[in-house]
């Protein structure tokens, strides 16, 4: 397995594709591997495969901004984000095993950005210093790049944190190089030594489309699974790759038979270069709800959602007037589970483009009114049942 950093190094090319798409990666990088690069149909200009992972000029346009859900706000000290009580990011990593195209963290991949942090330690003992932080994702990048050695390094120190329970890695390694995986039986003795009984390693997978489900792929996965990894997919709906009912709907399906539960649908972040790839919240609604409507229980369990700066916002329904969204998650915990009935926009893809017409706060008296819960101490730190 090679990873290819050069568009010069693909053969399948004409030489004015070549030309555009060396206008683009010189602002955006490129790489992918050859593994990857074989699931292209290079018959078809409009292969979904293609549009994932090769330049298109029109990622030049001028939209978006290089943060869109302002990340930067959440940074607590180099390499870690902070954002929900109970979550911390560890950005561990600044390279991944390709380049999607429409990545909302792109800005870390270009020269002079210092958001990723190779020595976690400050990260760490912030973690440390945190006793709400139950959750940690190692993210970046991808922490599957990482050396074994390393991210068992770090693995480790999270295991020695006591209140640090669930792992979370967020990787494309299984569609982009599944040999990653199943290659490094350190790697796979390293997971389910620390992903025990009751505190479990998550692989977070980023699968876009079926056809990333290869033979390969579904074996690198069932050996995560063998090693005590618990699976999950999250990913983004993207014009020109699964912006089809039938695609997702399959995908969702398919993750569901394999034992990789189906998460988050992301509605695109509005970044820098990602014109092309964008699907607006309206379309992006009506595709999920068809592809949805085709699959089992099992493959109904993801949310549409939309990562946005005020927190996790679940796009709940859409009527012929209105947009009903839903705060998942809030940053601001007195936000948490408000509802925003929004003025129908069909043209719209973020938050920002919608007008808002109605919050309405969560139903139901809050949990702090209930003596059977109790609020412990820490910043932010979630209500936990009364001992
Ligand atoms: S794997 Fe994730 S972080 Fe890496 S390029 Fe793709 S979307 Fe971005």
Not at 157 to 163: C, E, F, Y
Request: hydrophobic content about 40%.
């Amino acid at each position: 397995m090679k990873y290819i950093s050069r568009i010069d190094h693909i053969p399948q090319l004409t030489e004015s594709d070549k030309a555009a798409m060396r206008l683009v990666e010189e602002r955006y990088v490129f790489r992918a591997t050859d593994y990857y690069l074989k699931l292209i149909d290079w018959d078809d200009p409009r292969d979904p495969i293609r549009q994932l992972i090769l330049p298109r000029i029109e990622e030049l346009n001028d939209w978006g901004r290089l943060d869109a859900s302002d990340e930067s706000a959440n940074t607590v000290g180099q390499g870690i984000q902070h954002k929900y009580p109970d979550t911390a990011l560890l950005l561990c990593n600044e390279v991944c095993g390709g380049y999607c195209r429409y990545c909302f963290r792109k800005r870390l991949f270009m020269d002079g950005n210092d958001e990723v942090s190779k020595d976690v330690s400050a990260g760490i003992a912030y973690i440390a210093a945190h006793p709400e932080i139950s959750n940690v994702l190692l993210t970046g990048g991808d922490p599957l790049i990482m050396s074994t050695r390393r991210l068992s390094e770090i693995i480790a120190a999270l295991r020695r944190i006591p209140h640090v329970r669930v792992i979370r890695l967020g990787s494309k390694m299984p569609a982009f190089n599944p040999a990653r995986i199943l290659d490094d039986d350190a790697l796979l003795e390293m997971l389910a030594l620390h992903s025990t009984a009751d505190k479990r390693i998550y692989l977070m997978a980023h699968f876009d489309h079926p056809r990333e489900l290869t033979d390969t792929a579904l074996r690198a996965l069932d050996r995560l699974t063998r090693s005590g990894v618990i699976l999950t997919n999250q990913c983004p709906i993207i014009r020109g790759v699964n912006d089809d009912a039938a695609v997702l709907s399959e995908l969702f399906r398919r993750l569901s038979w394999i034992g990789c539960t189906p998460y988050y649908l992301f509605q695109g972040r509005p970044t820098s270069g990602n014109d092309p790839y964008r699907v607006p919240i309206v379309e992006g609604w009506y595709l999920f709800q068809a592809a949805l409507s085709w699959g089992a229980g099992l493959a109904r369990r993801a949310r549409f959602v939309m990562s946005h700066a005020s927190g996790k916002i679940e796009i709940l329904m859409v009527d012929d007037a209105h947009i009903h969204l839903r705060y998942h998650r809030a940053k601001n915990p007195a936000h948490s589970g408000r509802l925003l009935v929004c003025e129908r926009d069909d043209e719209a893809c973020w938050l920002d483009e919608l007008k808002v017409l109605k919050t309405l706060p969560m139903r139901g008296p809050a949990p702090s009114a209930s003596p059977r819960y109790q609020r412990p101490a820490g910043r932010g730190a979630p209500l936990r049942p009364a001992a």
